[in-house]
Nanobody, 121 residues
Framework: QVQLVESGGGLVQPGGSLRLSCAASGSISSIGPMAWYRQAPGKQRELVAHIISGGSTKYADSVKGRFTISRDNAKNTVILQMHSLKPEDTAVYYC???????????????WGQGTQVTVSS
């Protein structure tokens, strides 16, 4: 099986920074696109940032210039560095990855358990 484990969430004041990390482990042959999503109370889950194995990225308009997504393909990890945090960034952040398991041909979608980010004074 494949597991995605997130870390790095917490409480931060407006204007502060946080770094989220997600490590994939298990029977992994290769990993395709990786992404961070978030879901605030009463709202739908939304894409925050996305990165392909070659390193190209895209961001939600609301986080452009403040958040940076990166990945380490050798360690099967994806990082979300968040700066200039705002109260509206408060949400549960989820890691997502397209993973091809050993002895399979197709990529499957896997999700982490989520990590809470709260931006408040």
């Amino acid at each position: 099986q494949v597991q995605l484990v997130e870390s790095g969430g917490g409480l931060v004041q407006p204007g502060g920074s946080l770094r989220l990390s997600c490590a994939a482990s298990g029977s992994i042959s290769s990993i395709g696109p990786m992404a961070w999503y978030r879901q605030a109370p009463g709202k739908q889950r939304e894409l925050v940032a996305h990165i392909i194995s070659g390193g190209s990225t895209k961001y939600a308009d609301s986080v452009k210039g403040r958040f940076t997504i990166s990945r380490d393909n050798a360690k099967n990890t994806v990082i979300l560095q968040m700066h200039s945090l705002k109260p509206e960034d408060t949400a549960v952040y989820y890691c997502n990855a397209a993973v091809r398991r050993l002895a399979t041909l197709l990529y499957e979608d896997f999700w982490g358990q989520g990590t809470q980010v709260t931006v408040s004074s």
